[in-house]
């Protein structure tokens, strides 16, 4: 069965440094989407994204942010520079369409010192 | 905007019993939702999900659900547990509106449910 793969698992960086969270989605999905989840918090939508451009962003998702689909393949979450409140697991999922079930990845823990 | 409450942050129950796991929203628009499940150490997997049509929708592993848009609900039911349903479980919901959706969920806080031997 296919699915959404993250790496890395666990990333450590330091405060101020920039990370790049991969995920390969489904091969035939069409939208992308970046969630994260503080510990003891809720699941938060970060961005959606479709047809080459960002369809939808949160609050969140500040000038420190960016998401890339470099090729055919990977979906990209970019963090400029990392603050200590960046520390969360990120997820990455994908859909075939707007309203179709969501397919999430095994998340990415990012913490930082 | 939409929000979405779990009111039970943890639900312990003994295997083969019944259990319900309530969940509540509020949009000011038309929604599509959605019962999660995320197992130890991995991704949110999909239960169920309305659409629209009938408002029961039966899931995978057993689960069910009421869409009752008069109380703004969607609680998850199953008439009987396994020890291996031992994991956190997630409401969410999706606006749409005059056709269009994005697809942005928004998550409830989450339920865990535990069950005993």
């Known amino acids: 069965e296919p699915e959404v793969t993250q790496t890395p698992s666990h990333q450590v960086t330091q405060m101020g440094q920039e990370v790049i969270l991969r995920c390969v989605p489904i091969?035939?999905?069409?939208?992308f989407y970046w969630y994260r989840q503080i510990l003891g918090q809720k699941v938060e939508f970060l961005v959606s994204?479709?047809?080459?451009?960002?369809?939808?962003k949160s609050e969140i998702f500040d000038d420190q942010f960016s998401v890339e689909r470099p090729d055919g393949s990977n979906f990209t979450l970019k963090i400029r520079s990392t603050k200590l409140e960046d520390s969360a697991m990120y997820f990455c999922a994908s859909s075939d369409g707007a309203a179709d079930t969501q397919y999430f990845g095994p998340g990415t823990r990012l913490t930082v010192l | 905007a939409q929000s979405v409450t779990q009111l039970d942050s943890q639900v312990p129950v003994f295997e083969e019993a019944p259990v319900e796991l309530r969940c509540n929203y509020s949009s000011s628009v038309s929604v599509y939702l959605f019962w999660y499940v995320q197992y130890p150490n991995q991704g949110l997997q999909l239960l169920l999900k309305?659409?629209?049509?009938?408002?029961l929708v039966k899931g995978i592993n057993g689960f069910e659900a009421e869409f009752n848009k008069s109380q703004t609900s969607f609680h998850l039911r199953k008439p009987s547990v396994h020890i291996s349903d031992t994991a956190e479980y997630f409401c969410?919901?999706?606006?749409?509106?005059?056709?269009?959706?994005?697809?942005?969920?928004?998550f409830g806080q989450g339920t865990i449910l535990t069950v005993h031997p």
């Open positions: 994204f479709y047809n080459n451009e960002i369809s939808e």
């Open positions: 969410a919901v999706s606006e749409h509106a005059g056709g269009t959706s994005y697809g942005k969920l928004t």
């Open positions: 091969s035939n999905h069409l939208y």
């Open positions: 309305y659409l629209s049509g009938s408002t």
